[in-house]
């Protein structure tokens, strides 16, 4: 497999060209996707036989949860690849998605909450998956504390670096232990998304929402990234010229 | 065995608090050489030292020590390193005596009682370091050039907590490392005396 | 330096520092005691709650051994000498980090007959707490000290510190509260304990080389 695209992304400038040409169409495409599915699910698709309109929720729910574990995935493995290939670019990625995954995990507590109590009568409960993005939000929180809490760039992104990484290899045992302790304390709550029984006009909308929420995600990211390349690379040449060029 | 020990930096570029505090700096010191490191507050004297010790990662640039590449990692110098940094490393809870055998755990009562004396610490090889001001607590850390066998020296500021005796007895010291073929690297304010054959590297602002 | 004159200096400073350890169990004892004051003191809602209320406890007493290990070495530049000392970082944690859970669970153990007493924890449940303590502790442990290594250099970050530690301590508190709660219903607790074995190993060896990458950011 050809590597040279992985040391590529290692290259600030080349990043930041890269992120300047595709970046805003991502984004683009992104919204549009997720406005479509969210119109379509939200006005258009079926009732659900057993929630009656309240599962719509699940159109905001489902991407912003996924959404909330993927970037912290990619958050670890970004942690793991600074460490081991001390790339440049690595704790930048760390630093634009931690804020960007700490709200999707709140859209998700929320849309939670909101889905609740017409389901459950209560906003909350403690069930497996909503304590785990309870968890998975105080995560993030701790990523964007350690890095505003230093001021020297150096061991703000090396701490950021070390707590992602350990976060990433806690995250499993903390998701296991969530799910079994939560088999102790509540009775089988039913499953939340019947896969096979949803029909096309209910799943298909729900995947625009999750891939148009992912690539919303995505361009907002190389933004974040570019923006903080501005400040970080700020004496050096090539960043320069970008401000002069483009009147940035 | 002989090995010609040398200590070198070439282009060595540090940063501190994003700030550059030396650019593309280059010096060797060999074996009976002192290297006196001048300059202004905060013109990055101690930083100096510290990235040879490798308590700081320099931007850029390369370290030889005796033949040996140490850019990335220090170990081949650190086993034949004694740093006196400006914290002293003294244990406030242990007693002067518990603070020395930590670091030369083989010394004899007599080395470690000598070397206080050298120091001018005779008489308080029991008391908790706590008790001490910070001028002696100094002295207690300047007392391990008494009892190691470490060739290479990284000194910041050692004069700071002396009298004008105190001085006289160092500079002998110092003198006396490098006839035996050690190697001093030292930061102070003070114009060193004739007595030491020094050479100069003077970092501005 | 060597290895063991530095171990040596590790217990004797926990030894003269008595005070801090007396601290810790006062501290654990407030804590104990609060729960029967705030809530409930009938044995009917503190024996079920028994495993959980000590094991808050003990987290936090953990806590606060943890959060001051390395300040004292940063301030004094004790810390600087161990990084340039050429001996090898992770295990002079490590040995560090030994002493303080020595001088942390050590007494705990002692007491915590005691304790079990105050919260009408059966007897029978007492070798199981003890156990869950002995296994889960070092997991407490190794991972605060990556808290505390990377938050030294910080004036106040104690705080931050906590905010960081105890999303990983989550699994260890859920599978030690729940062997003592299967232990207390009859049921077989072995799985949850082998369980805490493992993460404390995971964090055995995780812990000390993090925790060295994170002192050598921080002492700059």
Known sequence: MN????????????FFHWADRWSKLIFIFGVSLFLLGIIWGLVF?????????????????????????SCYLALGISGIVSLVWQMKMAPIFIKSVAPIGAVMAIIALLSGAIWGKPTWGTWWVWDARLTSVLVLFILYMGVIAIQNSFDDTRLSDKAAVVISVVGLINLPIIKYSVDWWNTLHQPATFSIIEKPSMPAEMWVPLLFCVVGLYLFTVGVTCWRMQTELLIREKRSNWIKAEVLDSGV | MQTTLTLSASNLCIERSEKLLCDDLSFRVRAGEILHITGENGAGKSSILKVIAGILQPLSGDLDFSGEDISLYRDVLQAELLFLGHSTG???????????????????????????????????????AHQLSAGQKKRIALAKLWLTDKKVWLLDEPFSALDTRGIKVLEYKLKEHVECGGLILLTTHQKPSSVLDVKELHLSL | ?????????????????????????????????????????????????????????????????????????????????????????????????????????????????????????????????????????????????????????????????????????????????GAITAAQTGQDYMGQLAILAAISLAALALSPGMAAISIKASIN
């Open chain 1, 3 to 14: 590597w040279i695209w992985f040391h590529k992304l290692g290259s600030p400038k080349w």
């Open chain 2, 90 to 128: 003294v244990k406030n809870v242990l007693t002067v005596f518990e603070n020395l055998q930590l670091y030369f755990p083989k010394a004899t009562d007599t080395e470690i009682n000598n070397a206080l004396m050298a120091v001018n610490l005779e008489g308080y090889l029991v008391t908790e």
């Open chain 1, 45 to 69: 698709a079926p009732e659900d036989y057993q929630q009656g309109n309240s599962f719509r929720i699940i159109y905001i729910h489902v991407p912003s949860a996924m959404l909330a574990q």
């Open chain 3, 1 to 177: 330096m060597t290895y063991l004159s530095f171990f040596k200096s590790e217990l004797k400073l926990v030894i003269r520092r008595k005070q801090d350890i007396v601290n810790s169990l006062v501290f654990f004892l407030m804590i104990v005691t609060l729960f029967p004051l705030g809530v409930n003191p009938s044995s009917s809602f503190l024996e079920p709650a028994a495993g959980g209320i000590i094991w808050c406890s003990t987290t936090l007493a953990i806590l606060m051994s943890v959060e001051t290990m390395f300040k004292e070495d940063f301030h004094d530049g004790s810390l600087e000498q161990l990084v340039i000392s050429g001996l090898y970082l992770p295990f002079l944690i490590l040995l560090k980090l030994t002493v303080q859970w020595l001088a942390v669970l050590l007494p705990l153990l002692i007491l915590s007959p005691l304790f079990s007493s105050m919260l009408f924890l059966p007897w029978s449940i007492l070798s199981v707490l003890i156990f869950t303590l002995l296994l889960g502790s070092p997991a407490l442990f190794l991972i605060g000290t990556i808290g505390a290594a990377l938050t030294l250099s910080l004036r106040r970050g104690a705080v931050l510190m906590l905010l960081i530690i105890l999303p990983f301590y989550l699994p260890v508190i859920i599978f030690a509260t």
